[in-house]
């Protein structure tokens, strides 16, 4: 139990475009999903909070405006990063908590962006 | 906030010895421990956990242990196999209301042959 489903992998688009990611819980339901950015050799860094049918809370310094969270259903969270610049080229990851079951929060699989 | 602090950054072992990763918390009041590997290009997966009511966990080759007074928390692994080379991350919460797991700085374990 507890898988979150991740996609996709990698993407690689040009600057100027916008790339969406989806993160999916396929067996339990998950009123709030978390997006973190990850650079080589660096920790997690989480970059907002996405709540079902509420706007995310988004952490200091994250342009909201930029990327764009939507979690419309219990078991759907998307990230949308809107006019990508190389500098949004970064690992990208969510993850859920499985309310009750005391495992923790699982992490999806992660998607390398490349912007070119 | 809560602030998680990790050592050390990297870590060689040869195969079937011990690897322990240290990390310690500032915020008395986190409750939830979980310890997570990363593999190159992938997300981080659970791999052991604790609360703050329990002092140590075992599963199989790995284990964890918690020291609440001095607020720090040990990784062990023991019998060291290559395939257990990746990056580990420790993490603190205090559980419920929203709250957000703080990570550790990472630990690259190298298990050499």
Redesign the interface.
Same mark, same amino acid.
């Given at each position: 139990g507890a898988v979150v489903s991740q996609h996709p992998s990698r993407v690689i688009c040009k600057s100027g475009t916008s790339v969406k990611i989806e993160c999916r819980s396929l067996d339990f339901q998950a009123t709030t999903m978390f997006w973190y950015r990850q650079f080589p050799k660096q920790s997690l860094m989480l970059m907002a909070t996405s709540n079902e049918g509420s706007k995310a809370t988004y952490e200091q310094g994250v342009e909201k405006d930029k990327f764009l969270i939507n979690h419309a259903s219990l078991t759907l969270s998307t990230l949308t990063v809107t006019s990508a610049h190389p500098e949004d080229s970064s690992f990208y990851i969510c993850s859920a908590n499985m309310p009750g079951q005391g495992r923790g929060y699982t992490f999806g699989s992660g998607t390398r962006l490349t912007v070119v | 906030g809560e602030n998680v602090e990790q050592h050390p950054s990297t870590l060689s072992v040869q195969e079937g010895d011990s690897a322990v990763i240290k990390c310690t918390y500032s915020d008395s009041a986190s409750n939830?421990f979980?310890w997570?590997k990363q593999e190159l290009?992938? !997300?981080?997966? &659970?791999i052991i956990?604790i609360?703050s009511n329990v002092g140590e966990k075992k599963d199989q080759r790995i284990a964890v242990t918690l020291n609440k007074t001095a607020k720090h928390f040990s990784l062990h692994i023991t019998e060291t196999q290559p395939e257990d080379s990746a990056v580990y991350?420790c993490a603190a919460i205090v559980t419920g209301g !929203?709250n957000? &797991?703080t990570?550790?700085?990472?630990t690259?374990l190298k298990v050499e042959l």
């Open positions: - | 939830y979980p997570y290009g992938k !997300g981080p997966q &659970l956990d609360r991350f !929203g957000k &797991l990570f550790g700085t990472g690259q």
